[in-house]
Structures are given as C-alpha cells and as structure tokens.
C-alpha cells in the first residue's frame, strides 16, 4: 500500500508564491498517472494538474501558464509549484497516484490565498 504524504500548504498572499509537495512511502514503478487535486469549500474534488506514465501532463485551464507539477524520483516526491496565487485558488489541496487503476490519496494539505 502506497502512502502519500502532501506538504507546504499554508498561507499566501495574491500574486504570491506556494510550492507543495507530495512524498511517497516507497518508490512507485509503474501508474497510470498522478497528480494533484483540488476541493473548495462547497465545491467538488477536481482535477489541478496530472501526469501519466508516458509523461503526458495535464493542466486545468484556471492554472495553465501558473503551476507547475514536477517530480524528483530519487526522492519518491511529487510537487507543485503555484506562482501568480488567486484568492480563488484556496481549498484543500490533494496528491494522488492510481497504481493498476487503483487509487490513493493522501490526507490534503490547506491553501488559503489571501487578497
């Protein structure tokens, strides 16, 4: 069982800088993708920004251009990278790793962007 341990979140200021990580138990060798999520107060879980096994990154539209996901495999961490804070970029913010189609999160870590 893979566990996921996000970090960094907190508080930042519009315009400002966040950088979040997200540390693995133990090294992954093969998914489906992982990524980073996102859920408002009120709002649905969606979808931040993922990569697939292949290298195919996907942003949402809303943080195109302003985060960034990377990984450091040596460190079995995911992170990422939020430039250019909004207000409306504050939630919970969620790592996930689907392995053989089956997923795993890790707890969230809280964002609150402040104007």
């Known amino acids: 069982q893979v566990q996921l341990v996000e970090s960094g979140g907190g508080l930042g200021q519009a315009g400002g800088s966040l950088t979040l990580s997200c540390a693995a138990s133990?090294?992954?060798?093969?998914?489906?993708?992982m990524g980073w999520y996102r859920q408002a107060p009120g709002e649905e879980r969606e979808l931040v920004a993922r990569?697939?096994?292949?290298?195919?990154?996907n942003y949402a539209d809303s943080v195109k251009g302003r985060f960034t996901l990377s990984r450091d495999n040596a460190k079995n961490t995911m992170y990422l990278q939020m430039n250019s804070l909004k207000p409306e970029n504050t939630a919970v913010y969620y790592c996930?790793?689907?392995?053989?189609?089956?997923?795993?999160w890790g707890q969230g870590t809280q964002v609150t962007v402040s104007s």
């Open positions: 990569i697939t096994y292949g290298g195919i990154m």
């Open positions: 133990q090294r992954i060798l093969g998914f489906n993708y």
């Open positions: 996930s790793v689907d392995i053989a189609w089956k997923a795993y």
